[in-house]
């Protein structure tokens, strides 16, 4: 039994499929809550990077860029250990769920600083240099002359760093989470029919990735491409 459901062992493998198939998806959305929390840390983290490293004072840029390579060129499930073992012993608990999405979050934001810079630098020069010319604070320039202008350019990149959160959410289960993946291997440890349970993961994943790249491909296709009002 798991998450309150039993299984059917005793009628054939599409018997068995049917019956596990709502504990997967219970599965599953524990492991959609946590790629969709982790990519909106990453998103809001990562964009803190990108401003910090645009900055002209090497001593924000340099400590930043040691900061982002140092959680790029670290493992995931070393950063996760951490979070969930080390931080305990400092006086800062957190529930397993949020520490496996704060995990993926910060081991993404390292990535997306670098979807964002590229995205910002790739606005005209031109755009900055008339913001100045009405004197406009650089605040508002950032957010409402680049930043819009450099939103629809990295969508794409955003989705697909999405998918491959989603895909890395299975890693959460060495710090108790029971995501899809970890409730197909205890129905595999406890029926030892691994067959049925990994093969519906594995087309659940592939659903899941064809669904968001059609998403992206579509959000890419409809969004301004000279930008989009933020107000």
Known sequence: MLYGFTWDTDNGELAFAISILPILLTGLITTLKAALLGFFVACVLGMVFAVLKGMRSKLVVWPT??????IRDTPLIVQLF???YVLPEYGILLPAFWTGALALGIQYSAYI???????IQAVDHGQ???AKSLDLPPSRTFSHIILPQAIPRVIPVLGNYLVSITKDVPVLSVVTIVEMLNAAKII?????NYLVPLS???GIYLILTILASALVRLVDVNLPKKGIPLR
Request: net charge negative; no cysteine; aromatic share 18%.
């Open 128 to 130: 900055r240099e008339a």
């Open 200 to 202: 519906m993961v594995g």
């Open 65 to 70: 860029t040691v900061v982002t390579e140092f």
């Open 82 to 84: 951490f979070l969930y």
């Open 188 to 192: 595999g440890d406890q029926t030892f």
């Open 113 to 119: 600083s670098e979807v964002y810079r590229a995205g």
